[in-house]
Nanobody
Framework: QVEVVESGGGSVQAGGSLRLSCTASGRAFSNYAMGWFRQAPGKEREFVGAIRWSGGVTYYADSVKDRFTISGINAGSAIYLQMNSLKPEDTAVYHC?????????????????WGQGTQVTVSS
């Protein structure tokens, strides 16, 4: 069994920063990428960003590009999401996921292992 756990959520004022962390542990699996998705109340879950371990390539949604940065260590043991210049529209539950299948990593298809999520609230 693979366990994915997020941490680091919280409340912040607009313009502030937060850093989310995510770890994947448990039985070994082919870990091609890890990503972040978010779901705001009343909305569908959407892609935020991802990192592909082969080559360290990162992908971002247009809405967060130039504000959020994904980094990772140890080819799959942990990833981080540095969120700067936060806006009220970034308020959501942020989920981390691990992909045992090949991409595209901006879609949910390759991801099989999901965390429970961590709440991020940005006030104006």
């Amino acid at each position: 069994q693979v366990e994915v756990v997020e941490s680091g959520g919280g409340s912040v004022q607009a313009g502030g920063s937060l850093r989310l962390s995510c770890t994947a542990s448990g039985r070994a699996f082919s870990n091609y990428a890890m990503g972040w998705f978010r779901q705001a109340p009343g909305k569908e879950r959407e892609f935020v960003g991802a990192i592909r371990w082969s080559g360290g390539v990162t992908y971002y949604a247009d809405s967060v590009k130039d504000r959020f940065t994904i980094s990772g260590i140890n080819a799959g043991s942990a990833i981080y999401l540095q969120m700067n210049s936060l806006k009220p529209e970034d308020t959501a539950v942020y989920h981390c996921a691990a992909a045992p299948f090949r991409g595209p990593y901006y879609q949910e298809g390759p991801y099989r292992y999901w965390g429970q999520g961590t709440q991020v609230t940005v006030s104006s």
